[in-house]
């Protein structure tokens, strides 16, 4: 039983984990929107967590997400590589599903104490 419980809780430590360092990579790219010659990169978060959990499971840390650069549909002519409403649509969704992660945590984490109360 506390397996089970220590395996959950460390997969939704790991899934937050990997929402923040997505979400950092979101915002730089944002932030980088006018910075002639800048590439938007991203990782692909079902890869990343499957490796992280598969990694943890055996006892070895997880290693840092493979980051790829984005291809744009359309290439501007300094260079830069960002498309803001991708990114922002991105940044949005992950936003959601960090706060969906987390709110079903606290969820689960309050029903774990209500069955340990007397």
Known sequence: MI??????????????ELRGE???LLAANIANADTPNY???DFDFARALAEATRARAAG?????PAVLYRQ????????NSVEMDAERAQFVDNTVRYEAAL?????????????LRP
Do not use: C, W, Y
Request: a positive charge; hydrophobic letters at 40%; aromatic letters at 4%.
């Open 60 to 64: 070895a840390p997880a290693s840092a």
């Open 72 to 79: 744009p549909s359309q290439p501007s002519l300094d260079g």
């Open 3 to 16: 397996d089970r419980l220590d395996e959950m809780l460390r997969f939704h430590a790991t899934a937050l």
């Open 39 to 41: 590439k938007a990169v």
């Open 103 to 115: 709110r079903f945590l606290n969820g689960q984490i309050k029903t774990l104490l209500e069955a």
């Open 22 to 24: 997505r979400q950092s």
